[in-house]
Structures are given as structure tokens and as C-alpha cells.
């Protein structure tokens, strides 16, 4: 079972690495002597879910990875369900629309719809992000049990990603309480210099938040105002209709 626990979070760590990552590395992340790292990248190599590039030595996912990953999108309800509203939104903005899922403490991108800005910042499907420095974060902490939501933010390293990345815990907390009367949640260049990023909840029968659909877009725009926030807040509730 060590191995199995070892190969898997080796997965993770590396679903990160856009570049790779050498063997003394995947060791260093891993805290495992490089022997058995080593012994880790070969038993994912032989079933062809890492590769190693010839020139730099460093091992990558491999697309089968993605092959698997695409598989699981098609078969999920609510990427399928949720996919058509997120297409007409962002075909009506003209922005890149994303939904997020809670992964652990963490905020998931499970499905994106890009558009033709390649200057606008856009994470990967499948990253993790935390809930304090992004607005579909945001939106799941304001909306969850406030004990729990304290307990995930005082774990979790707040790190100061901007100038104007918010980590006080006061000031954080002052903010959901705004989030949840107004319905969105809105992060200002937190995350990334030039990029604001919009939010909201879509909601299960039962009035529970199971996931966040949200927005990026260049600050230099001003393209967060009511309208953008209203058409956001109209496909979440179509989504959260279709789920329900």
C-alpha cells in the first residue's frame, strides 16, 4: 500500500509541473530517498503515465493521464449538465468561463470554456487553488458552516500572492459576510497582477453549494460591473435548476 500511496501523490505533485521534474526533485517533494523515487517514476513509466524528456532528463504526465482525466469529465453530470451554460456565457462576455469544486481545503477547476484572449489568466483544469485568495474560494467559504471554514483557513498557508492579496483572517471573514447578501464574490489582482476574477454559487435541491461558477478578466477593462454580474449570477442559477 506504501507504494500505491507513494505513486499517486507522485501523480499529484506532478499534475503541477508543467516542465517536469527530475528524479532528486520528485524526492525532495515527495520527502522519499531518490532510490525509491526512482522506483516510483519506473512503475508509472511502464504503464506509460509519465515520460521522461530524452534532453533534460526531467519526468512528465503523459497523455494518457489526460486520456483517462477526459473520460471522467464526459461521465460527470454536472460538467455535462452545467457545459451548455457555461459555453453561452462565455460566448455572451466574450470571457473565459470556469467551474470549481471543493478538492479537500482547496478549490478545484473541473471544467473551463476559453475564449480567443490568450492575455487573459487562465489555470488548467484539474488545478487546486486556495479558498482565501480566489473568488469561487471565497464563495465556498462564505457559504459553508463558519466553524469549518475557519478551521480550513487557519490550516492553510496564507501567503501574501500580491500586494493585495487578503490573508487576515478578520478581514476575510468581514468579506463573506458581504458575500453572501450580495450573492458573488469578487477578487481584485490577489491572485495575479492585472486580473480580477468574479463568482457564484450554484446550489443542489437542497440549497447546498456543490460548486462555483466564475470569470476572469484584464482589470485594464473594467469589465466586472452589474451587467457581467448579473449574467454570471443567471447561469449559476440555470446550472443549479438543472442539477436540482
Known amino acids: 500500500m506504501q507504494l500505491v500511496d507513494r505513486v499517486l501523490t507522485a501523480i499529484e505533485v506532478l499534475s503541477r509541473e508543467d516542465n517536469g521534474l527530475s528524479v532528486s526533485e520528485l524526492s525532495e517533494k515527495l520527502e522519499i530517498p531518490a532510490s525509491s523515487t526512482h522506483r516510483v517514476l519506473k512503475s508509472l513509466q511502464d504503464n506509460h503515465f509519465v515520460i521522461q524528456d530524452q534532453e533534460t532528463k526531467k519526468y512528465r504526465l503523459s497523455y494518457k493521464i489526460f486520456t483517462l482525466c477526459a473520460g471522467m469529465k464526459e461521465s460527470n453530470s454536472l460538467v455535462t449538465l452545467a457545459r451548455p451554460f457555461m459555453r453561452q456565457l462565455a460566448e455572451d462576455i466574450g470571457k473565459p468561463v470556469v467551474l470549481c469544486v471543493m478538492s479537500g481545503d482547496q478549490i478545484m477547476n473541473l471544467d473551463c470554456i476559453e475564449n480567443s484572449d490568450a492575455s487573459i489568466y487562465m489555470v488548467k483544469t484539474g488545478k487546486e487553488l486556495p479558498l482565501y485568495a480566489t473568488s469561487a474560494g471565497r464563495v465556498f467559504a462564505a457559504f459553508m458552516d463558519r466553524g469549518r471554514a475557519e478551521e480550513i483557513l487557519k490550516r492553510t498557508i496564507r501567503r501574501q500572492e500580491t500586494p493585495y492579496t487578503k490573508t487576515d483572517l478578520l478581514e476575510l471573514f468581514g468579506e463573506m459576510e458581504q458575500i453572501r447578501r ?27 453549494v456543490v460548486a462555483a461558477i466564475g470569470m476572469t478578466t484584464l482589470k485594464s477593462e473594467n469589465a466586472i460591473d452589474e451587467y457581467l454580474v448579473e449574467q454570471l449570477k443567471r447561469c449559476a442559477s440555470r446550472i443549479s435548476k438543472e442539477i436540482s
Open 182 to 208: 450580495q450573492g458573488y464574490a469578487v477578487i481584485d489582482e490577489e491572485l495575479q497582477i492585472g486580473i480580477q476574477g468574479v463568482s457564484c454559487p450554484v446550489t443542489d435541491s437542497n440549497g447546498r
